[in-house]
């Protein structure tokens, strides 16, 4: 299982990673996040997710102070 983030504080952004559970490794990512008005837009390398293979599933979660507010699975 693989954690794709990215977050901030006060508005500003202070992470965006990568957490592989199973090495319980986090990686930095340089890049940054689209922020519209009405949309957030994160990028991540595919590097991040290829070694998984051709047969994964995601999901996404958007919080904010700590609470769910939306997600999304495909």
Same mark, same amino acid.
């Given at each position: ?13 202070? &992470? ?7 090495? &319980? ?7 940054? &996040? ?11 390398? &595919? ?28």
């Amino acid at each position: 299982m693989r954690q794709l983030g990215y977050t901030t504080l006060d508005g500003q952004q202070i &992470a965006h990673f990568m957490f592989d559970y199973t090495s &319980a490794q986090q990686t930095n990512l340089g890049g940054t &996040a689209q922020l519209g008005k009405s949309k957030l837009t994160v990028s991540f390398p &595919a590097d991040t997710v290829r070694d998984l293979g051709p047969s994964w599933e995601w999901y996404s979660v958007l919080n904010i102070d700590g609470l769910d507010v939306s997600e999304c699975q495909p």
